[in-house]
């Protein structure tokens, strides 16, 4: 039983050492994703003011951040007052670093909002926030 808290211990600072390896005033290149998300993902580091320099060449870059999102799942016909709200839209980014190719960050996210349901604004925008609003939070974090 003791062996469970070591263990989720153990897991949580290996990915704080890895989230540490992201340097501030770095460079990063955001690689081109399903459903234009790098697009939103480029928008939201400039909007949350990320401390990184975003580069269009992956070979002047520190870091690349690759990822995958996916277009509107949901469909109205067989969701019911009594049906709980499901994302519509997800993404899922991963950050590695150029050279030694070892991941340092990954994270995923949809566009439910538990609040307001289906008349909350949702899409790849609200998916890109929430992504690199996470992203901020685990930079922060070290």
Sequence with gaps: MIRLPLLALLAASLA???????????????????NDLDAFIRAEFVKQKLPFAVVLDP????????????EEQGRRWHQGWLTAEQDRTSGALMVIERESQRMLWAGEAGDRSLWWG?????????????????????????
């Design 59 to 70: 070979e002047s870059a520190q870091y690349i951040m690759t990822g995958t999102g996916t």
């Design 118 to 142: 289906a008349m909350a604004r949702g899409g790849q925008r609200k998916v890109a926030a929430r992504l690199v609003s996470r992203f901020k939070k685990d930079i922060k974090r070290r």
């Design 16 to 34: 704080f050492a890895q989230t540490s390896a992201l340097k501030p005033g770095s460079t990063i290149f955001i690689d081109k994703m399903p």
